[in-house]
Antibody
Framework: EVQLSESGGGLVQPGGSLRLSCAAS????????MTWVRQAPGKGLEWVST????????HYADSVKGRFTVSRDNSETTVFLHMRSLRADDTAVYYC??????????WGQGTRVTV | DIQMTQSPSALSASVGDRVTISCRAS??????LAWYQQKPGKAPKLLIY???RLETGVPSRFSGSGSGTEFTLTINSLQPDDFATYFC?????????FGPGTKVQIK
């Protein structure tokens, strides 16, 4: 059974940093891209970043480029989102998702970030 | 960047109704489109991918159609469990874009 579990969210001051983690299990982790999606309170879904299975190909939304860094540890089957220079408009629930060629077929429960 | 729009933004329907939600892309995305269902406080759930392929385990009352720039999600015989918000998402390239969502409410 595929399971994704995010952690690391919390309350942070503007300008601060936070690192989110997403622990994965139940699939061949290194074979899949992983994607982060966020949802501000009462708003829709916003794609944040995608990292390929080997960690070589990485893409960011313009809204986070230069401030957020995605990485992964395939030995630990975990993907990370390092967030710095946080702003009020980064306040959201952050989801990690298993990315099967662009369709996001499994999602974690989300972790809340409040700036 | 590709922009996605959905219509309507909200609708009211009754159990047993047929519901249709539209999604439009600002440029041709072939069939690289997914649909998700989200309930309050929960993560989104994949329903449809490649515009019309039903994800495993999703009831057959859900269907998707379209290609290019115009897409439709149809729910036949709406069930109580279907009251939720529905999002489309394009994945034509390396950057993804979600539609703004359609909230399906009980009439």
């Amino acid at each position: 059974e595929v399971q994704l579990s995010e952690s690391g969210g919390g309350l942070v001051q503007p300008g601060g940093s936070l690192r989110l983690s997403c622990a994965a299990s139940g699939f061949t982790f290194s074979s899949y891209s992983m994607t982060w999606v966020r949802q501000a309170p009462g708003k829709g879904l916003e794609w944040v970043s995608t990292i390929s299975g080997g960690g070589v190909n990485i893409h960011y939304a313009d809204s986070v480029k230069g401030r957020f860094t995605v990485s992964r540890d395939n030995s630990e089957t975990t993907v990370f989102l390092h967030m710095r220079s946080l702003r009020a408009d980064d306040t959201a629930v952050y989801y990690c998702a298993k990315d099967s060629g662009g369709m996001l077929d499994y999602w974690g429960q989300g972790t809340r970030v409040t700036v | 960047d590709i922009q996605m729009t959905q219509s309507p933004s909200a609708l009211s329907a009754s159990v047993g109704d047929r519901v249709t939600i539209s999604c439009r892309a600002s440029q041709n995305i072939d069939k690289w489109l997914a649909w998700y269902q989200q309930k309050p406080g929960k993560a989104p759930k994949l329903l449809i991918y490649f515009a019309s392929r039903l994800e495993t385990g999703v009831p057959s009352r859900f269907s998707g159609s379209g290609s290019g720039t115009e897409f439709t999600l149809t729910i036949n015989s709406l069930q109580p469990d279907d009251f939720a918000t529905y999002f489309c998402q394009e994945y034509d390239g390396d950057l993804y874009t979600f539609g703004p969502g359609t909230k399906v409410q009980i009439k």
